[in-house]
Antibody
Framework: QLQLQESGPGLVKPSETLSLFCTVS??????????WGWIRQPPGKGLELIGT???????HYNPTLRGRVTISVDTPKNQFSLKLTSATAADTAVYYC????????????????WGQGTLVTVSS | DIQMTQSPSSLSASVGDRVTITCRAS??????LNWYQQKPGKAPKLLIF?????QSGVPSRFSGSGSGTEFTLTISSLQPEDFAC???????????FGQGTKLEI
């Protein structure tokens, strides 16, 4: 059974880079049509896609964050990562990683499973 | 960007009730619509994908319908463990979420 686990600093200073890792267990990160995504949730608010890396290696980023976001995959470590530069208080959120599954029979796609989430606070 | 609007934002119901949550897209998204359940302090869990396909392991009291711009999530008989927040998410163009519907006792 595929499981995902986020890791990284829980506190980031304003203007610094927020960096998180997602370790995948129970399967290979390079298996088949698996893509990988990051989603965040500010305290008490709704869900926001940060971006996704498709199995092709292409990426899609939320336009509101484009220019600050980089998602990359480390196949040997079975891990993917998120870097968000120039962090501000508005980036304070619970960050989730998730598999972005794209159906083989068509472009229907969804996020499943999700990691448990990690709270990142941006504050001096 | 495609905007997703859920209604209601919150809903009070009782065990055994039939409940329907609506999700509207700002433009047609065919059937590229997913539903998630989130309990406090937990990660979202996929319930339904492609508008009406039940994810493996999800109880059959959950169902989804719709296409184009209007979609519904129905819980046929509420159980105590169903009180949670529900999100729709379109996967047609980028991947935006609705604002959520909090289902309370």
């Amino acid at each position: 059974q595929l499981q995902l686990q986020e890791s990284g600093p829980g506190l980031v200073k304003p203007s610094e880079t927020l960096s998180l890792f997602c370790t995948v267990s129970g399967g290979s990160i390079s298996n088949g049509n698996n893509s990988w995504g990051w989603i965040r949730q500010p305290p008490g608010k709704g869900l926001e896609l940060i971006g996704t890396m498709y199995y092709s290696g292409m990426t899609h980023y939320n336009p509101t964050l484009r220019g600050r976001v980089t998602i990359s995959v480390d196949t040997p470590k079975n891990q993917f990562s998120l870097k968000l530069t120039s962090a501000t208080a508005a980036d304070t959120a619970v960050y989730y990683c998730a598999r972005h599954l794209i159906a083989a029979a068509g472009p229907y796609n969804w996020f499943d499973p999700w990691g448990q989430g990690t709270l990142v606070t941006v504050s001096s | 960007d495609i905007q997703m609007t859920q209604s209601p934002s919150s809903l009070s119901a009782s065990v055994g009730d039939r409940v329907t949550i609506t999700c509207r897209a700002s433009q047609s998204i065919s059937r590229y619509l997913n539903w998630y359940q989130q309990k406090p302090g937990k990660a979202p869990k996929l319930l339904i994908f492609a508008a009406s396909t039940l994810q493996s392991g999800v109880p059959s009291r959950f169902s989804g319908s719709g296409s184009g711009t209007e979609f519904t999530l129905t819980i046929s008989s509420l159980q105590p463990e169903d009180f949670a927040c529900y999100y729709c998410q379109q996967s047609y163009n980028s991947y935006t979420f609705g604002q959520g519907t909090k289902l309370e006792i």
